[in-house]
């Protein structure tokens, strides 16, 4: 087996294998059942009926009543018995153990909560209200634990199942289970107390752990107001619950909700004011004021904290200089998404670091914290001590220091917050990357070798030293942490690999970040100026970001490209931004031109393209907005038409001899030969061009000493256009032929070669071609646009002068014609009768129209864009026909182009956006 299919095959088994890193499981999100244990006192208890509820004398130390757990023989069986649970007499006669805000130990000789009990609660929760548990996790637990909100018929209203390192699955039983909604599984710290939320929201259930909101909520089944009973279950778990705290009327979570909701309605009487019933221009100038970008960002930001169900406290002073700082805010919000959308963690963690450090207000430092509070908002895991977090504040500073020193390579420095973020979130702790820095091979120690240096440092080993597959997981590596240093003892595979070449990058101040290929992992780098694969085996369209690593918009890699394209002309990405967010508060036809401005300002601003369908199909939108917006578009397309260019490049080649090297002769590089003495290929050129010359580039001295040079056009009928007769021939080994282009538009051209020389090498080969070039121009294919399209006139019925009919006539001296969509107008032929006419055109869209005149002869000239035109006479006219020689745009295909336009080495994005704009629902 070849080398490098035995390296391919490793990978993937070990991806098979679910081994992360040697370190610990990929996430298993395989959906099992907590593991319920019934004892013999139960089944047999259950069998006699429904279990009463059992009342616990109540002292001062202890809490709600207790009572047994619910049994059956298997889940289902339990939740198809009702349980008569009712509130114990005592419990609701003392007033004050309900009092709120009151944590509720339970009494038990550990001091812990008992599992698998049912505590009646003292009255129904309320919305804002919430339940608290707090606990005490072991990471060395192998088992599921639950908590569990039942309603007095047993039925589970909230089942949160905790599935350690894997998901948190939230469920109900009704009594049957019903569909499942998964969070990621918590970040539970070894031997630390955590706290869980379960806040009673409008409509559903919002989770928090340790005051942090969970991604997914849990929407109501059952009004929350028939929870009547809590039950924890621990099982095997090495989980404690120490207590719980009851239902409260102002959750702090809220506290100052009021306020901060004003706020966020200050805000949007703002915007609105400023944007709606406002031209273009004017939008653009409020959005590029301090006053109007302070707004529209500070909005969306708070919007987006709100519609997570937190509270911002914006009275803070270093929260409100972050919202008042036009370069704070606007940075904030344009380097990227967050993973887990904590926004209120990231303004918070810059906030603080703004408190730390003053000199974090501007600079490198600024776009330093920034980059920090965006990463940090999601967990940051040690790769080599996953039980740990990295402390984002202080790896803020650590690289601070790091800065100062110098020891970082140019990225760092110049890099935007985005940028940066793909440094400082490095997963490797402050002391692996000194000692990256510290063992790095001399050679590799500059900017565009550091990652590469990986392949010298990391041995490619399927086996250690002792012979134990990496298949084992960390017994590979001696059940040491994988830090660098080990990965560089010991050996690894792709992961290894890849993981070894981001650290060593992130080390000296270079954007890195591992990504997924199929089967393989692979990594991508910030190498001299642009975004590059290491370890790759896949392409970047199979690329896809690793898991725990931030992204933004899309998870596959291709869309770090357009990020930083976007980056790189940060003034308009952030305008195009902020248009974006406030097309939102415009009319119908504005939304579509502050969009369409805001795509057109960065059209790699992917998010602008996803809105562009909902604004471009809004029903009231007239189609002479999209047509006048779209103009530019078509008018820049017609301009890169002129462009000359190589048209055989890369077209298909058809000939009989040596048909499957055939493609060398339109491309550069090699030589095709062909051992006929007569031979003919044919080049399609896939629609009409202008050919002003051809240059063949001979192989050696096989060049035909005759040839003729055939050009057909729509038809396919072929013409004798050129021959060697009009050849100039340079050199005379390897030599050139130029010869000149002709008028005809051509769609094909076709050599026929004969006299060849035999080649020098002994091939046999009488003919060889190293490469043609094709120079010209692209033409578009045109029609009679104007046939039977909408015309109007006050003469009279005006349908004869554009029906295909020649036999039928006009006479008027005045007409309207409405192409319905953009079209490039080459010229307007009127067949009339009489003298020839003069008069007036005026062509293009509403209200910017062009008006030519006319003298004489039947054809006009155009070669203008447009989507209607007015034809005015100097005095009445018989017509026959108006033909409109010229191409129809649709606005899809003018999108697509603009498409194609920007994202031409993008394939997946571009195929991405192509796919989105043709499931637009739009007919213009």
Request: charged share 25%; with cysteine.
């Amino acid at each position: 087996m070849s080398s490098w299919l035995i390296i391919f095959s490793s990978c993937l088994l070990l991806a098979t294998a679910r081994i992360y890193d040697g370190n610990r499981g990929e996430d298993d999100n395989e959906n099992y059942a907590d593991n319920y244990e019934i004892s013999d006192e139960d089944r047999n208890r259950n069998e006699n009926g429904p279990i009463e509820a059992q009342n616990v004398n109540v002292t001062e130390e202890d809490s709600l009543p207790i009572l047994p757990k619910k049994s059956g023989k298997d889940q289902a069986a339990r939740m198809r018995r009702e349980l008569g649970l009712a509130y114990d007499d005592e419990w609701m006669s003392r007033p004050e153990l309900m009092k709120r805000n009151e944590l509720i130990p339970v009494k038990r000789e550990a001091g812990d909560i008992e599992s698998n009990k049912a505590y009646n609660l003292p009255r129904q929760a309320k919305t804002g209200e919430y339940y608290n548990f707090y606990g005490v996790y072991s990471n060395q637990q192998s088992k599921a634990f639950s908590i569990n909100l039942k309603a007095s018929n047993g039925h589970n209203l909230l089942h949160l199942s905790f599935r350690p390192s894997t998901v948190l699955v939230m469920n109900t039983a009704l009594p049957w289970w019903g569909t499942e909604i998964r969070n990621p599984y918590p970040e539970f710290q070894d031997g630390k107390e955590f706290k869980i939320t379960i806040l009673i929201d409008d409509d559903c259930y919002k989770i928090f752990f340790n005051d942090e909101l969970m991604s997914k909520s849990f929407p109501f089944r059952k009004p929350a107001s028939e929870v009547s009973n809590i039950s924890i279950y621990t099982g095997d778990a090495k989980v404690r619950f120490t207590k719980i705290k009851m239902p409260d009327d102002q959750h702090p979570l809220y506290k100052n909700r009021a306020g901060f909701l004003e706020k966020i309605n200050t805000l949007k009487g703002k915007v609105k004011e400023n944007v709606e019933g406002k031209s273009l221009e004017d939008v653009k100038e409020y959005a590029n004021e301090r006053s109007g970008s302070l707004a529209i960002f500070a909005l969306e930001l708070l919007t987006r904290i709100s519609d997570e169900g937190e509270v911002l406290d914006v009275n803070n002073e270093n929260i409100a200089w972050v919202l008042n700082n036009k370069e704070a805010l606007e940075m904030l919000m344009t380097s990227g998404d967050i993973l887990n959308n904590n926004w209120k963690k990231a303004i918070e963690i810059l906030a603080e670091i703004i408190k730390q450090d003053s000199g974090a207000k501007s600079g490198l430092k600024l776009r330093l914290a920034v980059a920090t509070a965006l990463t940090f908002a999601y967990p940051v895991r040690s790769q080599a001590f996953w039980s740990n977090l990295i402390d984002g504040i202080e790896r803020y500073h650590k690289f601070v220091q790091w800065g100062e020193e110098k020891i970082f390579f140019t990225p760092f420095y110049e890099g935007t917050a985005w940028h940066l973020r793909y440094i400082v979130g490095s997963w490797q702790t402050n002391e692996e990357l000194v000692w990256a820095r510290e063992n790095i091979l001399a050679d590799y120690k500059t900017e565009d070798k550091v990652a590469d240096v990986t392949h010298k440092m990391v041995a490619y080993k399927l086996y250690n030293d002792k012979g134990i597959s990496i298949h084992s997981g960390s017994a590979y590596y001696d059940h040491k942490n994988m830090t660098l240093a080990i990965i560089h003892e010991y050996g690894a595979v792709c992961g290894g690999i890849s993981r070894f070449g981001v650290g060593m990058a992130q080390a000296h101040g270079v954007p890195a970040l591992m990504v997924g290929q199929p089967g393989h992992c692979a990594y991508i780098w910030y190498k001299n100026k642009k975004w590059t694969l290491g370890n790759d085996i896949s392409g970047w369209s199979q690329s896809t970001t690793h898991s725990h690593i931030q992204y933004t918009w899309k998870q596959q890699a291709p869309f770090f490209q357009v990020m930083e394209r976007a980056q790189m002309n940060l003034d308009n990405y952030r305008l195009s931004e902020k248009l974006r967010l406030a097309s939102k508060f415009a009319k119908p036809g504005d939304q579509f031109n502050l969009v369409e401005a805001a795509s057109t300002l960065c059209p790699h601003n992917y998010d602008v393209w996803m809105e562009l369908e909902s604004a471009i199909t809004q029903p009231s939108l007239q189609a002479f907005t999209i047509h006048a917006a779209l103009t530019k578009t078509l008018l820049d397309y017609r301009e890169k038409l002129k462009e000359k260019k190589n048209l055989a490049l890369d077209k298909k080649v058809t000939t009989d001899c040596s048909p499957d090297s055939a493609y060398i002769i339109v491309t550069a590089g090699s030589s095709w030969a062909c051992t006929q003495t007569e031979v003919t290929f044919e080049v399609d050129l896939e629609g009409p061009k202008e050919i002003t010359e051809l240059k063949l580039h001979w192989w050696g001295q096989s060049k035909a000493s005759k040839y003729d040079v055939f050009a057909a056009g729509k038809d396919g009928t072929y013409v004798k256009v050129k021959s060697e007769a009009d050849e100039t021939v340079e050199g005379w080994f390897n030599h050139w032929s130029t010869i000149p282009g002709w008028d005809s538009t051509t769609y094909k051209i076709k050599f026929s070669m004969r006299d060849g020389k035999k080649d020098y090498w002994g091939y046999n080969a009488y003919f060889g071609i190293r490469q043609l070039i094709i120079t010209g121009y692209e033409l578009e294919e045109t029609s009679n646009v104007g046939l039977k399209k909408g015309v109007h006139s006050v003469n009279k019925d005006t349908s004869n002068i554009n029906d295909g009919d020649k036999s039928t006539t006009w006479i008027g001296s005045k007409f309207y014609l409405d192409l319905t969509q953009l079209t490039i107008i080459r010229s307007i032929y009127f067949d009339y009768e009489g003298d020839s006419p003069t008069g007036h055109i005026d062509y293009g869209t509403k209200p910017n129209l062009i008006q030519r005149n006319f003298s004489s002869g039947k054809k006009v000239s155009v070669n203008g864009v447009g989507c209607e035109f007015e034809v005015v006479f100097d005095k009445p006219v018989e017509i026959k026909e108006v033909i409109v020689e010229g191409v129809l745009y649709p606005a899809k295909d003018i999108l697509k182009m603009r498409v194609e336009e920007n994202y031409s080495d993008i394939d997946y994005v571009k195929k991405d956006l192509v796919g989105a704009i043709e499931d637009y629902e739009l007919d213009d």
